[in-house]
């Protein structure tokens, strides 16, 4: 049997892992939030490479000097940099802030790969067809766009010999482009204005038309993902997985209320791993 | 099924009506050809009978569907409509979702549309393709693709306006095929516009030749290729090889319209025997003048050596180890099936895609080397180069010193000399509101305005009519004399065979065989114009 996530599913998902990262700050969320973001990467055949670790270190490292350079909160003073107090848990805090940023960052990827336009369109619904049909347009005629572009650039180049040399010269043929571009697109929209008008666009309400329709699978993890997060959240609320900065670093980690909600949180973002058929069937799609 | 009596009608602020007097009786599943020349009003004729794409004018005359009198802004879903460019067609980004598009737009419920989309996707072989996003499909899929969206809405009347005039012969070729067992298996009627006859004349039911606004000529095929040929009409150009090459206007026999037909015949050696002697006859010049360019075969414009080329780093290559050398004045043509590499061995060659340090090298011999600004690259979509107005300004744009220095009458003079009159009448109007064949002449003048020695051409005839080859293949035989190098990339193979003087094949990125190109195209088999075919026995 075909076993596939509904997409609300999946964008309930997202939202929920992403928030969890973005509001209770901990570093043990955040490397629980590390280990499954890779993992999906690893899933999705996605290859790490070195400039990505680069860039995730850069931007962890711009993060913390920057905010000790800003801030002076914070107990455990450094040194003095300009008369301004440069304090340890200035520091921690901009690593905390980078390294939430960075996860996120990686989540998002893993949204946009997940989240295929189709899905989009399922999390739009019935409701807001009108908002789906335009969307699904956009999502055809963007790549298009950028192609036609691209094309328009070559066959430029191909006609003057060669890119623009200088800024002038850039600037003309860049607008040149743009030019074309726009009758292109005009042109392109008349057609296709067309087109949706021979298969009766118009002619009567328009049906939304979902091949998705919600199985015992997808209502079963919605229902697990659900109680994780309930459980993630009011454990926060009631104290648990508290991570204080200032004015010391205090990060709370080996209490009852700590451990349940780490816990929690695995699940939360493990669940839709754990079935080889849901996996299957993501591979399945993408090939 | 579809009735039209008296019809006239005329765009608004038109001065001259664009359809005179049509009287014409479609019957259910009937195969209907409309043909005739560039702007005849054969597009104009297929929009009167699809009410909803009804333009704007004045109209007089009847239209019944089934019995039923058509007005201007009726809805009839019944009859489908496919336009030239199947890229612009497709609506949605997902093909279940562009199947599901027409039943959407009816409000049929979604179980209904979920049994149609399974049903049609089978039946089409679609299935592999169902959840593709609609940009990763080939021209030919794309098209087939909205067909098969328009089918899904029950319709009894295709009506196609040249559906394959942006596809190559071989895709275009596949979706006849493919086009003529739907008509078999559903007993659909169709009325096609189409200039390029060559494979689909003798498989109509009824041609309908148009001029000017007006019926010259219907009838069965044969009929009216007779009434082309005996009229001595320049469209007679468009006609399927076979059809041209045995007729004989002395006997009162009606003309071949297939391949399968002339060869049935009990005549066909004579026949054949016949037209060799016509054709030597006819090519003593050409022989000659191909036997000089080939004397010149030592020196070559562009070398290639050891060439691989891929796109990125994850994609395979698609130049292999490829060697190749241009011969300076004279034209070449590389043919090969989809994906072999042509667009990309053009593109290396003209410097859009460079080469890696180890991955071969281009060479420019004597005065063209290093001097990028004298390749020009005419590539497949035309109109990525125009950037202006209105024809004139198109042509001048980039070149305005030369125009100038020029003096009065040198874009007109320029365009005279190299037979691309007909584009004067054309100057106030935007480029593209022209025909494809009209457009490939705009492209084609603004690179010669730029004195190019090496022109290189990807898919040229593209979208063009008989008429406009015709013209083409003199303008690349002008140039070879000027001593310009041309290269000509290519799925057209009769017009490979008519200006090349030397033809390379192509194939999974390296070149097999570089050869004379009468040489090359009598020794294939396959791989060989429809003139070969028709001549060997």
């Known amino acids: 049997m075909r076993v596939y996530l509904h997409s609300r599913t999946w964008f309930v998902y997202f939202i929920m892992v992403i928030a969890i990262l973005m509001s209770i700050r901990h570093p043990v969320l955040i490397l629980i939030g590390l280990e499954s973001g890779l993992l999906w990467w690893k899933i999705l055949g996605r290859k790490l490479r070195i400039a990505h670790i680069f860039a995730a270190l850069f931007l962890l490292g711009a993060l913390a000097v920057a905010n000790p350079l800003t801030s002076s909160n914070g107990a455990t003073i450094l040194f003095y940099l300009n008369g301004r107090a440069f304090t340890a848990e200035a520091l921690a805090y901009g690593l905390l802030f980078g390294a939430v940023l960075v996860v996120t960052l990686l989540w998002c990827v893993i949204l946009s790969e997940l989240m295929t336009t189709d899905r989009w369109l399922n999390v739009c619904g019935r409701r807001f067809r009108k908002t789906g049909l335009v969307l699904t347009m956009v999502f055809r005629f963007f790549p298009l766009f950028t192609k036609q572009w691209h094309r328009i650039r070559e066959g430029q180049e191909a006609l003057e010999g060669g890119s623009p040399v200088g800024l002038k010269a850039t600037f003309r043929m860049t607008k040149r482009e743009l030019l074309c571009m726009l009758t292109w697109s005009l042109e392109h929209g008349f057609v296709t204005a067309d087109a949706m008008l021979a298969r009766g666009y118009g002619a009567a309400k328009r049906t939304f038309f979902n091949r998705e329709t919600y199985k015992a699978a997808s209502i079963g993890v919605a229902i697990a993902l659900l109680a994780a997060f309930t459980a993630v959240i009011t454990l926060a609320i009631r104290g648990g997985m508290e991570a204080e900065i200032y004015p010391y670093v205090r990060i709370h980690m080996d209490g009852v209320m700590d451990i349940i909600g780490f816990a929690a949180f695995f699940l939360l973002c493990h669940i839709p791993m754990i079935s080889g058929k849901v996996l299957r069937e993501e591979r399945r799609m993408r090939s | ?537």
Request: charged share 25%; proline share 4%.
């Open chain 2, 1 to 537: 099924m579809i009735q039209i009596e008296n019809l006239n009608f005329t765009y608004s602020g038109a001065a001259r009506p664009s359809l005179s007097d049509i009287s014409l009786h479609i019957a259910p599943g009937q195969f209907v050809l409309l043909c005739g020349p560039t702007g005849c009003g054969k597009s104009t004729l297929l929009r009167m009978m699809k009410p909803e794409l009804t333009p704007a004018g004045e109209r007089s005359g009847r239209i019944l569907y089934n019995g039923n009198e058509i007005a201007a802004n009726d809805r009839l879903v019944e009859v489908g409509f496919v336009m030239q460019n199947p890229e612009q067609q497709v609506v949605t980004d997902r093909v279940w979702h562009e199947l599901a598009f027409g039943l959407e737009n009816l409000g049929v419920p979604s179980d209904v549309i979920r049994r149609r989309c399974a049903e049609i996707a089978a039946y089409f072989d679609l299935e592999k393709s169902f959840e593709k996003d609609t940009n990763a499909l080939s021209g030919g899929e794309k098209q087939q693709l909205v067909v098969a969206s328009t089918m899904i809405m029950g319709c009894k009347v295709l009506l196609l306006d040249e559906p394959t005039s942006q596809l190559d012969p071989i895709a275009a070729n596949r979706f006849f095929l493919w086009l003529e067992q739907l008509r078999r298996e559903f007993g659909i009627t169709i009325v096609m516009a189409e200039h390029h006859l060559e494979e689909i004349f003798g498989e109509a039911d009824r041609v309908v030749y148009m001029d000017n606004g007006r019926i010259r000529a219907q009838g069965t095929p044969a009929q009216v290729a007779w009434e082309m040929l005996t009229a001595q009409d320049t469209f007679a150009a468009a006609l399927p090889t076979v059809t041209r090459l045995f007729f004989d206007a002395n006997t009162h026999r009606d003309p071949f319209v297939s391949l399968r037909e002339a060869k049935g015949s009990t005549e066909y050696a004579q026949l054949v025997e016949a037209a060799k002697k016509r054709l030597s006859a006819a090519s003593g010049g050409a022989v000659a003048s191909r036997e000089t360019t080939a004397k010149r075969e030592e020196s070559a414009a562009v070398t290639l050596s050891n060439v691989y080329y891929a796109y990125d780093d994850r994609s395979p290559s698609v130049l292999n180890n490829l060697s190749f050398s241009i011969p300076a004045g004279a034209c070449t043509a590389i043919v090969g099936g989809n994906g072999s590499g042509k667009s990309t061995l053009l593109k290396v060659v003209a410097g859009l895609a460079p080469l890696k340090k180890h991955a071969g090298k281009v060479k420019f011999s004597g005065e063209n080397r290093a001097d990028r600004q004298r390749i020009s690259f005419l590539m497949q979509d035309v109109t990525t180069l125009f950037t202006e107005e209105t024809v004139y300004e198109e042509i001048v744009a980039g070149v305005k010193a030369k125009v100038d220095n020029g003096g009065e009458g040198f874009v007109e003079n320029f365009l005279k000399e190299h037979g691309f009159e007909a584009l004067t009448a054309h100057f106030p109007q935007h480029p593209y509101d022209l025909s494809g064949g009209e457009q490939q002449m705009l492209g084609l003048t603004k690179l010669l305005l730029r004195d190019p020695q090496i022109l290189l051409l990807d898919e040229p005839t593209k979208g063009m009519d008989a008429v406009a080859k015709d013209q083409l293949a003199a303008l690349i035989a002008k140039k070879t004399k000027e001593d310009v190098t041309v290269v000509l990339v290519t799925h057209d193979l009769d017009f490979a065979a008519l200006c090349a003087d030397y033809a390379a094949m192509l194939f999974r990125g390296e070149i097999l065989s570089k050869e004379r190109a009468d040489r090359f195209f009598a020794d294939n088999v396959f791989y060989t114009t429809h003139k070969n075919r028709a001549l060997n026995a």
